[in-house]
């Protein structure tokens, strides 16, 4: 096949817990991404792109199915994504392409090619407890091979007994052992080997995931970096699991220094990222096949980060929720930026869509091709963004079982355990109109709802003062088609 014929290429690359105003190029003069900043000039950029639940794995599974978290049944970290439920390189009409994915996976059997991938590489040995029990146990994720072949000794063993690294010792490595830049050095290897053959690449970096801190720790002087201006605002009719999580981040990080400084942290590991993004696009730049490829940039989710004085996901603020996405589509040279709202729920079809690829009738979102392609500036998506929250998980449930609240100690001096557990997981969806309100349902009645174009920080809940029975009456009608 002539590279004048071939099929479009993508190369699809996602972040960990990275938010959306994390590019310098698009607006944030602190940060240092001349990468992303590059790859923006030539992308449609989502301004406003939400995920469809703020955790990990169910929105991975959202980005890779192209279904809502209560649908591909991942509602929790750790949970296993069915072999019945097909992911994007599974579906109709793209079985000519060679297919790889290297990074995290976090959707069950960790380490093991799944899902209609050619070529697999994870970088966590952390899950094995997850595993459904079908493969070998004693295997060991792409990166800890490599690093054990670099001549660095494990410091752990898992929950079989097998050796791996700990996140504690791979995020305290020099950068050219980190696992930024294995999985850049595994997508560089790809491209060199398949830019012949009509591709689709998946790269997730772990950063700037938790535990936030690398090699670049000191790249930002952390009193350069200033907290934002909702930084205190913590309204009292905020839901509960907002104050006590609020609570606890406050004494995790009890002045200013220290939320300044685990910003700085942050930025240090996007920026690492950054470089990674810039080596594996120099080499699909290298290979002739940058304009026959889709590229898209995202994240599962966002991290609060001191907004709020919160910290982590699990949050219905836009901190949390929102999330970069560029979507370059071939030979695109121009920027074109969208501002109404979008959802990951649309990724997957706009994707089949441009590869030529026939819709897949069980994916829940629709193709804005159409609005991409198109470089007049007016024409954007027009429709409701959802975001659900259906799941037990807070940010202090490492360890946790699946499905099973973890309760901090300290909260039970206020609160029983039941009103804790209920608080966590309430079943909350979040609708974002094209006009700009943004309401957050409660099944408890704590309701949140902002004008997010007189109010992008959220400070204001106008619950009681802003018209918004259309909106309610659509998350009703979506809460009574998913049950």
Same mark, same amino acid.
């Given at each position: 096949?002539? #590279?004048?014929?071939?099929?479009?290429?993508?190369?699809?690359?996602?972040?960990?817990?990275?938010?959306?105003?994390?590019? !310098?190029?698009?607006?944030?003069?602190?940060?240092?991404?001349?990468?992303?900043?590059?790859?923006?000039?030539?992308?449609?950029?989502?301004?406003?792109?939400?995920?469809?639940?703020?955790?990990?794995?169910?929105?991975?599974?959202?980005?890779?199915?192209?279904?809502?978290?209560?649908?591909?049944?991942?509602?929790?970290?750790?949970?296993?994504?069915?072999?019945?439920?097909?992911?994007?390189?599974?579906?109709?009409?793209?079985?000519?392409?060679?297919?790889?994915?290297?990074?995290?996976?976090?959707?069950?059997?960790?380490?093991?090619?799944?899902?209609?991938?050619?070529?697999?590489?994870?970088?966590?040995?952390?899950?094995?407890?997850?595993?459904?029990? @079908?493969?070998?146990?004693?295997?060991?994720? $792409?990166?800890?091979?490599?690093?054990?072949?670099?001549? =660095?000794?494990?410091?752990?063993?898992?929950?079989?007994?097998?050796?791996? /690294?700990?996140?504690?010792?791979?995020?305290?490595?020099?950068?050219? *052992?980190?696992?930024?830049? *294995?999985?850049?050095?595994?997508?560089?290897?790809?491209?060199?080997?398949?830019?012949?053959?009509?591709?689709?690449? *998946?790269?997730?970096?772990?950063?700037? !995931?938790?535990?936030?801190? $690398?090699?670049?720790?000191?790249?930002?002087?952390?009193?350069?970096?200033?907290?934002?201006?909702? /930084?205190?605002?913590?309204?009292?009719?905020?839901?509960? #699991?907002?104050?006590?999580?609020?609570?606890?981040?406050?004494?995790?990080?009890?002045?200013?220094?220290?939320?300044?400084?685990?910003?700085?942290?942050?930025?240090?590991?996007?920026?690492?990222?950054?470089?990674?993004?810039?080596?594996?696009?120099?080499?699909?730049?290298?290979?002739?096949?940058?304009?026959?490829?889709?590229?898209?940039?995202?994240?599962?989710?966002?991290?609060?980060?001191?907004? !709020?004085?919160?910290?982590?996901?699990?949050?219905?603020?836009?901190?949390?929720? #929102?999330?970069?996405?560029?979507?370059?589509?071939?030979?695109?040279?121009?920027?074109?930026? =969208?501002?109404?709202?979008?959802?990951?729920?649309?990724? &997957?079809?706009?994707?089949?869509?441009?590869?030529?690829?026939?819709?897949?009738?069980?994916?829940?979102?629709?193709?804005?091709?159409?609005?991409?392609?198109?470089?007049?500036?007016?024409?954007?998506?027009?429709?409701?963004?959802?975001?659900?929250?259906?799941?037990?998980?807070?940010?202090?449930?490492?360890?946790?079982? &699946?499905?099973?609240?973890?309760?901090?100690?300290?909260?039970?001096?206020?609160?029983?355990?039941?009103?804790?557990?209920?608080?966590?997981?309430?079943? &909350? &969806?979040?609708?974002?109109?094209?006009?700009?309100?943004?309401?957050?349902?409660?099944?408890?009645?704590?309701?949140?709802?902002?004008?997010? @174009?007189?109010?992008?920080?959220?400070?204001?809940?106008?619950?009681?003062?802003?018209?918004?029975?259309?909106?309610?009456? #659509?998350?009703?009608?979506?809460?009574?088609?998913?049950?």
């Amino acid at each position: 096949m002539s #590279k004048q014929s071939k099929k479009p290429n993508l190369l699809f690359i996602f972040t960990d817990e990275q938010r959306a105003d994390t590019i !310098h190029a698009l607006g944030n003069p602190f940060i240092h991404t001349p990468s992303l900043d590059k790859l923006s000039e030539i992308s449609t950029v989502c301004s406003n792109a939400y995920v469809t639940q703020p955790v990990c794995t169910p929105s991975r599974g959202s980005i890779m199915t192209g279904q809502y978290p209560h649908t591909h049944k991942t509602t929790d970290n750790n949970m296993l994504l069915g072999d019945d439920t097909l992911c994007l390189p599974e579906m109709p009409g793209l079985s000519d392409y060679t297919k790889a994915y290297y990074g995290k996976w976090h959707l069950g059997d960790e380490i093991y090619r799944q899902h209609g991938f050619d070529f697999w590489e994870s970088v966590e040995d952390c899950y094995h407890q997850y595993d459904s029990g @079908k493969y070998d146990a004693s295997q060991r994720c $792409g990166y800890t091979n490599w690093l054990v072949e670099q001549g =660095i000794e494990t410091d752990t063993v898992d929950c079989n007994g097998y050796p791996f /690294h700990s996140r504690q010792l791979t995020v305290s490595l020099p950068e050219q *052992y980190t696992k930024a830049w *294995y999985v850049g050095m595994m997508g560089e290897e790809f491209i060199k080997r398949h830019s012949d053959d009509p591709f689709i690449l *998946y790269l997730n970096f772990f950063e700037p !995931h938790m535990p936030m801190t $690398g090699p670049l720790n000191e790249f930002y002087n952390w009193k350069d970096i200033p907290l934002p201006e909702t /930084h205190e605002n913590l309204p009292d009719d905020v839901p509960l #699991k907002y104050k006590l999580f609020s609570e606890t981040f406050k004494k995790k990080f009890p002045t200013e220094e220290a939320w300044r400084r685990i910003r700085s942290q942050y930025y240090g590991l996007v920026s690492m990222v950054d470089r990674q993004v810039g080596r594996v696009i120099d080499t699909l730049e290298a290979s002739g096949e940058m304009d026959n490829t889709i590229i898209v940039f995202t994240s599962d989710h966002g991290d609060m980060l001191g907004n !709020h004085m919160l910290y982590g996901k699990c949050t219905m603020y836009d901190e949390s929720v #929102k999330v970069p996405l560029l979507i370059r589509m071939p030979g695109q040279k121009k920027k074109k930026t =969208i501002t109404n709202p979008v959802s990951h729920i649309d990724l &997957v079809p706009t994707l089949l869509d441009a590869m030529g690829a026939p819709a897949y009738s069980l994916c829940e979102g629709e193709s804005i091709l159409k609005e991409l392609a198109d470089p007049d500036p007016m024409i954007q998506p027009e429709k409701d963004v959802f975001v659900e929250w259906i799941g037990s998980n807070n940010n202090f449930d490492l360890g946790a079982a &699946v499905g099973e609240v973890s309760v901090k100690e300290e909260w039970l001096a206020t609160h029983s355990k039941d009103e804790i557990v209920s608080a966590v997981r309430d079943h &909350v &969806v979040t609708i974002v109109s094209p006009d700009g309100r943004k309401l957050s349902h409660s099944l408890l009645g704590e309701h949140q709802l902002f004008q997010l @174009k007189d109010d992008p920080g959220e400070t204001t809940n106008l619950w009681g003062n802003l018209p918004c029975d259309d909106l309610v009456q #659509k998350v009703e009608e979506w809460r009574s088609s998913i049950t």
